[in-house]
């Protein structure tokens, strides 16, 4: 009776321990990135500047067999790409079950957090941005950082350009570009490193000193960079004049001797 009520449990234990075993030959490998080059899993990289090459390595695979990888931008505010497959592939393991391959070089529009996928095993990594904005302010041709800038009639038009450059190693976008007096100018969707774009705004010189301040602020990722830059002029009166001319027998003869007259 004894023996009986064992084989149930015999043959339980036998499917569970089977089980276990199947489970055990899936993918217990294990995946790291690199820096421009393959490397062991004592060179892990968890940050990248622009222009880097991402290796992805892997190891304890199954052998000769294929898998599909990607990068991607981790969701929400956490990358400049959120939820983007920025770079995907298949790859075949070696008959040791490793592999090491190029998969992305990190562009100039990349930023925050991205995931790294091969099979079902993940790994993620950091790109370093250093995002920065200049903005010059000029008034009618003229810098005039400082006071008191040049001289204009009151009443004469003005021109105020503003020059906003992305003097930082990664794109900025949603460039919003504001002056303390006139309120808001205009926005700029997106400038490369080292790009440039001019705008103006036209107004009438008022009487006195004038200063305004012009701030550029972008975008990158969660974070933002601004900076400002300010401008001057001084509105003059125009002093009252008067003018008179005088004609001779319709002859102007401001000098002697004059139109001869019979």
Known sequence: MSIQQKKPLLIILFFLMSGSMLFAQGNPGAIWTTKNDCGDETQDANHYAIGEDVYINGSNFDPNTEYDWQIEGQ??????????????????????????????????????????????????YRVDTNPAIDIEKSTNGEDADDPTGPQIFVGDPVLWEYTITNTGDVVLKDIEVTDDQVGYIDTISQLAPGESQTLQFDGTAQVGQYENIATAEGSVGNDKVSDSDPSHYYGVVKEPSLDIEKATNGQDADDPTGPEIM
């Open 75 to 124: 969701p929400g505010q956490a990358s400049c790409d959120p939820g983007q497959v920025v770079a995907s592939a298949t790859i075949t393991t070696d008959e040791n079950g490793d592999f090491c391959f190029y998969a992305y070089t990190v562009q100039n529009d990349d930023c925050g957090e991205y995931k790294v996928n091969v099979g079902n095993k993940g790994d993620n």
